[in-house]
């Protein structure tokens, strides 16, 4: 049979095979980098909003808690953005005069809330719920970045999928102390910076991260288990002033010394009661 191709239309025809199945790769390539990218997530972007309103300057500059602003979130699914009357708190007062103020007084004297832009959103197939992660000792700037250094809100992280199980996976390196939540400087413990914890049995009542006290305070230096009493007097999120003040510490607490995020996480998955990762990504946790 004679040869109807030759030699070099093989080597043509493999090479435009190996040709297609690049431009595939590169294409799929693409729309994956495009779904990820941060023109689709919006991750990082400043929204248009109707007042140039800065964290760095309230939470920062004025130091003013996040529970502030958001009052619900440590017992709520959602942290709640503040209705008109909290900015008037001060604005009544000061800056009354300021253009860039319009929007508030208006929104006040209107009686229509301002019409801010939603920075994260997530589809309404996603269930997400503020209290429990909050509750669980995971801090907001895990999440949302350095808000107090954010003259304009932007979103940190994607918020996708795949970076929700990332720490659900294993949330060991994630875990703070419920008592610091807030902080937005928190740096995981280390040789030159331990954390001692001590669990403090069952409290009823109490969810269970609040039954754990932490401190930054060597307990065992003299002085050190006052300044350790006076770090817990502070109530820990969610607790109500009074309800966990010193008198209420005993006084045979057993403080444990972490020098890394892998050892105070672990105790602090056990204490917590985290459940194990192939519980956390299941799919129901998040998809209802
Ligand atoms: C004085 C009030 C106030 C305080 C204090 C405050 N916020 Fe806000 N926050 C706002 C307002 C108003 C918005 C909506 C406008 C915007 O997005 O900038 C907002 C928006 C946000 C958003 C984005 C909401 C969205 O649309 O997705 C996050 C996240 C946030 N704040 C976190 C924090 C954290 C963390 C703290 C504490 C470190 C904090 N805020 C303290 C008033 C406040
Ligand atoms: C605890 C008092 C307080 C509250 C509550 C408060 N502000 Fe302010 N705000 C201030 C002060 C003080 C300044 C001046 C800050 C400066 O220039 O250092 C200011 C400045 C501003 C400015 C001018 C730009 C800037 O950041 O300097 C805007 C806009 C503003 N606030 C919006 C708001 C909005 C919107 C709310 C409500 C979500 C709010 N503020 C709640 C005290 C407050
Ligand atoms: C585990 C990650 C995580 C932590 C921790 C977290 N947030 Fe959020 N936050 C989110 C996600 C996700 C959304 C978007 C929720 C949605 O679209 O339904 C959000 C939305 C918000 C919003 C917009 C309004 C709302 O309720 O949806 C504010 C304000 C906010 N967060 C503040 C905070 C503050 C303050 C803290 C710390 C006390 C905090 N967040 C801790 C992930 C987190
Ligand atoms: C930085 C770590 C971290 C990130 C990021 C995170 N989570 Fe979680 N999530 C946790 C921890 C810890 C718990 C508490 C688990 C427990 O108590 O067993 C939790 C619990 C939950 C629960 C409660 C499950 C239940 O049955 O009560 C839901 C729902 C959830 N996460 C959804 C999300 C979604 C959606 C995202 C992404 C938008 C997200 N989480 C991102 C750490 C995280
Ligand atoms: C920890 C929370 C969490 C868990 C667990 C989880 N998802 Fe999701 N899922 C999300 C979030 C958040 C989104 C929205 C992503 C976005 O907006 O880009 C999402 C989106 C999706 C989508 C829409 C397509 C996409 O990728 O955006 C599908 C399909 C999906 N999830 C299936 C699943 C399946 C199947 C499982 C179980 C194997 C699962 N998810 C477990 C949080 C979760």
Request: proline fraction near 7%.
């Amino acid at each position: 049979m004679p040869q109807i191709f030759d030699r070099s239309s093989n080597a043509l025809a493999r090479m435009s095979l190996v040709l297609t199945g690049l431009i595939v790769i590169a294409l799929g390539v693409t729309l994956d980098q495009l779904q990820r990218s941060p023109w689709v997530t919006r991750q990082g972007q400043r929204a248009d909003q109707p007042i140039p309103f800065s964290h760095e300057h309230h939470v920062q500059g004025l130091g003013l808690q996040c529970q502030y602003c958001h009052t619900t979130v440590e017992k709520s699914s959602y942290a709640g953005i503040p209705p008109t009357r909290t900015c008037m708190n001060c604005h009544a007062q000061i800056w009354t005069n300021a253009q860039l103020l319009q929007p508030v007084r208006q929104s006040w004297a209107t009686g229509q809330s301002i019409p801010w832009v939603r920075v994260h959103d997530l589809p309404d197939f996603v269930y997400f719920n503020h209290a429990i992660h909050v509750n669980k000792g995971i801090g907001c700037e895990t999440c949302h970045g350095r808000v107090d250094q954010m003259p304009l809100m932007y979103a940190q992280n994607t918020l996708q999928m795949e970076w929700c199980l990332d720490c659900h996976r294993n949330p060991v390196k994630n875990l703070r102390p419920a008592s610091e939540i807030y902080n937005m400087a928190w740096k995981s413990p280390s040789d030159d910076h331990p954390v001692w914890c001590a669990a403090a049995g069952n409290k009823s009542g109490v969810p269970t991260a609040q039954s754990v006290d932490c401190t930054t305070k060597n307990p065992a230096t003299p002085g050190g288990a006052e300044m350790a009493a006076m770090d817990m007097a502070t109530p820990p999120v969610g607790v109500q002033a009074g309800g966990l003040g010193a008198a209420a510490i005993p006084a045979t607490l057993h403080f444990e010394k972490f020098t890394s995020q892998k050892q105070l996480g672990r105790f602090l998955v056990v204490h917590y009661k985290i459940r194990n990762s192939r519980d956390l990504m299941s799919c129901e946790v998040c998809h209802r």
